[in-house]
């Protein structure tokens, strides 16, 4: 086995951790990253739509106050005042390292001004090159890159995380660390219809909380409201159309949205999915209109997703588009404060795979990619002002594997239980058929399905206690919102426990140290 001492140890390769780890590197660190697929890999290179960002410090008010409306009281404000005090700053950060974002700003669901920075519909892609490159070049004794590197568990000393073993093609490789960064994104491969890469599987989720970690939110899953699904692969339909002026019509050719919110298209994420799927249940079909902005302009302003429709057969600008909801975002994820410390000591994360209380229930439209920077960075920081005296090799938590051939059936009940509607009935018949047969943790393959069949687990298991509706989730047994408050979710792996727990809102954070 490969063994290896760093200062910092970032897992993930996306926004968040590829920007944790040049702002390490800035602050004179040493630097180890590794994720699990290539660093173009993960899900910041599909971001279509872009970025968000306070315009002014004037519009740091209203971005704050967006933020929150979208979150549906369960953002936490001294994180949004955070994010909108600092997006700004690293946005621009992104423009000087080559990022070339267009000279105005959009308008997406949700946001009361255009402030959405964007480099045409492929925003994402243009961020991930340039975050790639700058890695690339700072590679050397201080940033060492192991891409391809699968982290199989974390690793504990006394209470403390202290590095994580990895699988790699060249085989075991272990790093010890003062300070561990988990930037491995969302669990969307939990459910069959999702816009999310093949690399969504929970990763990070499942080894922090078997390590003790508390969770916070799972239930909250966000739908995209525009995805063109066909043969089960879901291609997402930016929300920047809607904002450009799109239209939604249902198959009678109504413009529905006007009887659902007076936001109309532009609607929360939220609000939005659940018209689209209520009005394909009662007319059979919705549909993405464009056709009034011109089909030169469309195809111009959206060239990614025209070259994406065209082999399905459908000519953005002059077609109606076939539209459905389809799973996008993780908004819940590991619990982290302002800083991205975790409740476990030596932990930080930053990104989809944190729960940072920015979104609360629902996320605002193109916060994600910004989230990233401004919490990855801050993430670097408390990390870097709390590494320990020395490295320490530490105990491997156990990491079970599970047979993924079962996945599918499991993304099937999940989705009927702990979709965009639930209700207590479902709910429990899917925790009642939940399970995965074991199989040695020795694959990547076997492990991504363990972490998929414990994070599913959880999610049931925090939507049934939820009895109400808020946000992304929605119970049809309790469709009024509730007393505001987050679901904790850790296991006490000395006792073997797990726990499921309320917290209000600002509430001060849970610390499990040694």
Not at 45 to 58: D, F, K, M, V, Y
Not at 196 to 222: I, K, N
Not at 304 to 322: C, H, K, S
Request: hydrophobic fraction near 45%; charged fraction near 20%.
């Amino acid at each position: 086995m490969n063994v290896l001492d760093t200062e910092l140890l970032v897992i993930g390769g996306g926004i968040a951790g590829a920007y944790a780890a040049l702002t390490a590197r800035s602050f004179g660190a040493e630097v180890v990253l590794a994720c699990k697929t290539g660093l173009l890999g993960g899900s910041t290179r599909w971001a279509q739509g872009g970025i968000a960002a306070p315009l002014t410090a004037e519009d740091e008010r209203l971005h704050a106050r967006d933020t929150e409306q979208a979150g549906r009281g369960l953002c936490e404000p001294a994180t949004v005042a955070a994010f909108v005090r600092e997006a700004r700053a690293h946005v621009e950060t992104l423009r000087d390292l080559g990022v070339a974002f267009a000279p105005y700003g959009t308008l997406e669901g949700g946001h009361s001004r255009p402030r959405i920075r964007h480099a045409g519909d492929a925003t994402g892609w243009a961020i991930q090159r340039v975050l790639k490159r700058a890695l690339e070049q700072g590679e050397g004794p201080g940033l060492r890159l192991f891409p391809c590197a699968f982290a199989r568990n974390l690793r504990l000393a006394a209470g403390r995380v202290v590095g994580a073993d990895f699988i790699t093609p060249q085989g075991a490789l272990r790093v010890r660390a003062g300070g561990v960064v988990l930037a491995t994104g969302g669990f969307g491969r939990l459910y069959p219809v999702t816009t999310a890469p093949p690399e969504g599987t929970g990763d990070g989720l499942a080894l922090a909380y078997r390590a003790g970690a508390v969770l916070r939110d799972l239930e909250f899953v966000q739908f995209h409201p525009t995805a063109v699904v066909v043969g089960g692969a879901a291609h997402l339909v930016t929300e920047a159309a809607r904002g450009e002026g799109g239209l939604l019509l249902n198959a009678r050719g109504e413009r529905f949205m006007t009887r659902y919110s007076a936001a109309l298209e532009l609607a929360p994420r939220d609000v939005v999915a659940r018209a689209v799927a209520a009005e394909i249940t009662a007319t059979g079909g919705v549909f993405l209109d464009l056709r009034h902005l011109g089909a030169d302009f469309v195809q111009a302003r959206f060239p990614t997703v025209a070259a994406t429709l065209r082999p399905l057969g459908l000519d953005l600008g002059r077609d109606l588009i076939p539209v459905q909801p389809a799973v996008h975002y993780t908004v819940g994820g590991i619990q982290t404060d302002t800083a991205g410390r975790t409740t476990l000591p030596g932990l930080f994360a930053a990104g989809e795979v944190a729960s940072s209380g920015l979104h609360g229930a629902n996320r605002l439209a193109s916060n994600s990619l910004s989230e990233g920077l401004v919490f990855g960075a801050r993430a670097v920081r408390a990390a870097l002002a709390e590494l320990p005296q020395a490295l320490d090799d530490g105990t491997a938590v156990a990491a079970p594997g599970a047979d993924p051939t079962g996945l599918d059936a499991l993304r099937q009940r999940l989705s009927r239980a702990a979709g965009l509607r639930r209700n207590a009935a479902s709910l429990q018949a899917a925790l009642a058929e939940w399970d995965l047969a074991t199989v040695p943790g020795d694959t990547r393959s076997a492990l991504e399905a363990a972490h998929l069949a414990l994070i599913g687990q959880l999610v049931l298991q925090g939507a049934l206690a939820r009895e109400e509706s808020r946000g992304g989730h929605c119970r049809s047994d309790f469709p009024q919102e509730g007393r505001p408050a987050h679901t904790l979710q850790y296991r006490d792996s000395t006792a073997g426990t797990d726990h499921l727990e309320q917290a209000p809102v600002g509430a001060a954070m849970l610390r499990f140290s040694a």
